[in-house]
């Protein structure tokens, strides 16, 4: 049988993985290492074999690649490299070697900087003069895409408000750390950047507070250690000495000992709203000035479906015998004289149908003068969405004003809530 396969197959080398491979380098001041492994293989791969690693000419990279491909592509110099071991030598028991390659992204990203509109690579071949070599899988093309400072930042810097119940406690873990992967002792400090929630509230139409002194507690130093890419920022904020609201604590890291710092995620705006307890709504009662009182079916499209703790029941605007103009509006009776903090709206449950689009909430004592008390825009979501007075009103009626429709002049809710003390 071993006479069948002729000798040269015996043993045959080749490259794990050839082929174009992308590489993307950060800019840390060391050279980037990446390996790849040359295998033995064959019909007897018991036996010894050697080889050598060649780094293509330009002109071999020309004629074999950038011609044929029209690509512009550009070997990298010598001092943007280096190549642990050129030559390799496979014992009766190596079955593979690795290889090891060292980038230097500095060098690189000059080369780079001097003509961006090459594509920078490395073309290494696997030769022997001795063993077979697999024509297919002889050839390892590392391409440089770029290379990246790294930024050390949150993870996110989305403002998402989180809820919590007037009296309770809060603790957060805030996600940070570096965008690569790391091999460093980097300290941080951190700091509160109050200007960053005024500029998002006149940006947003936001009414976001201040947390007072006393009230919150974070580290103001810590250090992302060698070998961990991120870490959690843990934040005590003491609910229970605040007043129904919305508020907002902006971390600001103002200083790392290494790299930069990300511009987009320097800042993370832990946002919290401070529901004030729900109010009971037994004695309530409600008017609107339009409903639908039979297109709905039995049970549905009058006012006081939005009362009835019932979320498959909903008010809809009338539609039947003529559409009625916007603004539609609900005033709510509470019997009892309440400081409103904040009103819940919760849209028809039917995905299809989430009408009510934005309006304005007013709060009075007599139903006869009214205060404007805020401002809402409800998303296309079935979930309740709870809106924060712009200022804690005492009265005994509150009034939910729809100047905005979804669809047409069609507008509907289900539920109706109001939170205060």
């Given at each position: ?46 036996l ?18 950038s011609?044929?491909?029209?690509v ?120 509160v ?17 201040t947390?007072?002194?006393g009230?919150y ?13 991120t870490?959690e920022?843990g ?51 409600i ?35 003529g ?9 709510i ?60 009103m ?28």
């Open positions: 049988m071993d006479n069948l396969v002729p000798e040269q197959y015996h043993k045959v080398l080749y490259v794990k993985n050839s082929g174009k491979q992308q590489v993307t380098l950060y800019d840390t001041g060391e050279d980037y290492k990446y390996t790849f492994s040359i295998l033995k293989s064959g019909s007897d791969p018991s010894t074999a050697n080889v050598d690693i060649h780094v293509l000419t330009q002109e071999e990279l020309d004629t074999k690649y011609t044929p491909e029209a512009n592509y550009k070997l990298i110099g010598t001092d943007c490299y280096s190549i642990e071991a050129t030559h390799l030598d496979f014992s009766a028991n190596d079955r593979y070697k690795p290889v090891n390659v060292l980038l230097n992204p500095e060098n690189i990203k000059t080369a780079i900087a001097a003509n961006p509109s090459a594509v920078w690579v490395l073309p290494l071949q696997v030769m022997s003069e001795s063993d077979s070599i697999n024509s297919e899988k002889d050839e390892l093309f590392l391409q440089i895409t770029g290379v990246i400072t790294p930024s050390f930042g949150f993870v996110s810097s989305a403002v998402s408000v989180k809820e919590y119940s007037y009296g309770t406690g809060v603790s957060a873990k805030v996600s940070l750390g570096l965008d690569t992967e790391n091999s460093w002792d980097i300290d941080c400090k951190f700091e950047d109050d200007a960053y929630r005024i500029a998002y509230n006149t940006k947003n139409k936001t009414i976001f507070r947390l007072p002194a009230t507690s974070f580290p103001e130093e810590m250090t992302l250690s060698a070998g961990t890419t870490t920022l934040v005590t904020i003491k609910a229970d000495q605040l007043e129904p609201g919305d508020y907002m604590l902006p971390i600001h890291i103002k200083s790392v000992s290494l790299f930069g710092i990300s511009a987009d995620k320097a800042v993370y705006p832990l946002a919290i709203r401070i529901l004030g307890p729900q109010l009971v709504r037994t004695d309530w009662t008017e609107a000035n339009t409903q639908e009182s039979n297109g709905e079916g039995a049970g549905n499209g009058v006012a006081k479906c939005a009362l009835d703790g019932n979320l498959s029941t909903y008010w809809h605007s009338s539609w039947q015998s559409t009625h103009a916007l603004p539609h509006i609900l005033i009776d509470t019997n009892k004289s309440y400081t409103f903090t904040q009103i819940g709206l919760v849209q028809r449950q039917n995905e299809s149908y989430t009408d009510a689009g934005a309006g304005v909430f007013y709060v009075s004592d007599d139903k006869v003068t009214w205060t404007k008390v805020g401002v809402f825009t409800m998303q296309k979501i079935l979930a309740a969405q709870n809106f924060t007075l712009e200022t804690p005492k009265g005994r009626y509150f009034k939910v004003e729809i100047t905005d429709s979804n669809r047409g002049l069609n507008t509907s809710l289900s539920e109706i809530y109001a939170y205060g003390l």
